[in-house]
């Protein structure tokens, strides 16, 4: 099979396409042939993609963990799912992506595509629209009237953290460079504020939730905003305990997880028109190396895809 591989830890600079063996389902998997995978271009730098679940090295690796595909063949005890069935899901990290045109993943990491998108538009949910969820609503409990900060909220998760605290019936502030401004509100955004030209801590006061993307000094400041027993989230970076402590409210930082249940719950909102993927762009496999050259420049709105197999003909 082709398949985009690193042969060495680095940046885009060490990936390579090329032939690679395709994968065989163990017990519980189910082998896909893609169709299409999200990439993040941080995973890169990961431990994870270079790691096998129990920490021996993994290289070559395949990355991309985002797929939309449909089920080529089942290993033993996989019962739930059928030949044939379009599916999506995440993969776990410490193992082989769907930059690839087949991918051999856990069957329990799997749900049903949504019916109203396509592969390329659904390989853009699982990693963004799990993190979302599980960040707003396992981890921050947001509730209808609560105030809510999302920084980064351009991107893959936030674009969908933005929709669904909106749709939860939160008020929503979201940080973003200009261009993004009028997107956001389309999405949900109540306010909109240029990271650029101003201090989101100057204009904004006693929110509940912050959910961070971005880390650093944007992470630091978030703590000013927080209402005492607010909480921030943060998927960017570790949250120092001592600062929580000092703000008088609650910091946590997660990596997601993959979720079945999760999945077929968000595929009912989106089929249902209540939220969407954002795609930046769709690039084919080949040029891999570029969409995460893409990726990591920045200021992407969404997601990037690589489109694996040719697309299917809509109805």
Same mark, same amino acid.
């Given at each position: 099979m082709k398949a985009i591989r690193l042969h060495a830890r680095g940046? *885009?600079?060490?990936?390579?396409? #090329?032939?690679? *063996?395709? *994968?065989? *389902?163990?017990?519980? #998997?189910?082998?896909?042939?893609?169709h299409a995978a999200g990439i993040t271009p941080t995973e890169l730098t990961?431990?994870?993609?270079?790691? &096998?679940?129990?920490?021996? #090295?993994?290289?070559? &690796?395949?990355?991309?963990?985002?797929?939309?595909?449909?089920?080529?063949?089942?290993?033993?005890?996989?019962?739930?799912?059928s030949p044939g069935e379009a599916v999506y899901g995440l993969i776990a990290f410490p193992r082989d992506g769907s930059a690839a045109e087949y991918v051999?993943?856990?069957?329990?990491?799997?749900?049903?595509?949504?019916?109203?998108?396509?592969?390329a538009?659904?390989?853009?949910?699982?990693?963004?629209?799990? &993190?979302?969820?599980?960040?707003?609503?396992?981890?921050?409990?947001?509730?209808?009237?609560?105030?809510?900060?999302?920084h980064g909220a351009a991107g893959g998760v936030g674009a969908f953290a933005?929709?669904?605290?909106?749709?939860?019936?939160?008020?929503?502030?979201?940080?973003?460079?200009a261009r993004h401004h009028d997107f956001l509100r389309e999405l949900g955004a109540e306010a909109a504020i240029d990271y650029r030209t101003t201090r989101f801590e100057?204009?904004?006061?006693?929110?509940?939730?912050?959910?961070?993307?971005?880390?650093?000094?944007?992470?630091?400041?978030?703590?000013?905003?927080?209402?005492?027993?607010?909480?921030?989230?943060?998927?960017?970076?570790?949250?120092?305990?001592?600062? /929580?402590?000092?703000?008088? /409210?609650?910091?946590?930082?997660?990596?997601?997880?993959?979720?079945r249940a999760q999945l077929v719950e968000i595929a009912r909102l989106i089929d249902a028109g209540e939220v969407r993927p954002v795609l930046e762009a769709v690039l084919p496999l080949a040029r891999a190396r570029e969409a995460f050259e893409r990726g990591l420049a920045g200021h992407v709105r969404g997601k990037i895809v690589l489109q694996v197999q040719e697309p299917e003909a809509r109805p």
């Amino acid at each position: 099979m082709k398949a985009i591989r690193l042969h060495a830890r680095g940046g *885009p600079e060490q990936i390579v396409y #090329e032939d690679a *063996p395709r *994968p065989a *389902p163990a017990a519980g #998997e189910a082998l896909l042939r893609v169709h299409a995978a999200g990439i993040t271009p941080t995973e890169l730098t990961w431990t994870e993609t270079y790691r &096998t679940p129990d920490g021996r #090295e993994r290289l070559p &690796t395949i990355p991309g963990h985002d797929v939309s595909g449909v089920v080529e063949t089942l290993g033993p005890g996989v019962s739930d799912l059928s030949p044939g069935e379009a599916v999506y899901g995440l993969i776990a990290f410490p193992r082989d992506g769907s930059a690839a045109e087949y991918v051999a993943v856990k069957a329990a990491d799997l749900a049903p595509k949504p019916r109203a998108l396509d592969h390329a538009h659904a390989a853009a949910v699982p990693l963004s629209a799990l &993190t979302a969820w599980q960040a707003l609503f396992d981890h921050a409990g947001l509730g209808a009237g609560q105030r809510i900060l999302i920084h980064g909220a351009a991107g893959g998760v936030g674009a969908f953290a933005v929709q669904l605290a909106r749709r939860r019936g939160a008020q929503v502030a979201a940080t973003a460079s200009a261009r993004h401004h009028d997107f956001l509100r389309e999405l949900g955004a109540e306010a909109a504020i240029d990271y650029r030209t101003t201090r989101f801590e100057e204009v904004l006061r006693d929110v509940d939730v912050v959910l961070d993307t971005v880390g650093g000094d944007t992470l630091e400041r978030s703590w000013r905003v927080l209402r005492r027993g607010g909480t921030l989230v943060s998927v960017a970076a570790p949250v120092p305990p001592e600062a /929580a402590r000092d703000a008088g /409210a609650r910091g946590v930082f997660f990596i997601v997880e993959p979720s079945r249940a999760q999945l077929v719950e968000i595929a009912r909102l989106i089929d249902a028109g209540e939220v969407r993927p954002v795609l930046e762009a769709v690039l084919p496999l080949a040029r891999a190396r570029e969409a995460f050259e893409r990726g990591l420049a920045g200021h992407v709105r969404g997601k990037i895809v690589l489109q694996v197999q040719e697309p299917e003909a809509r109805p």
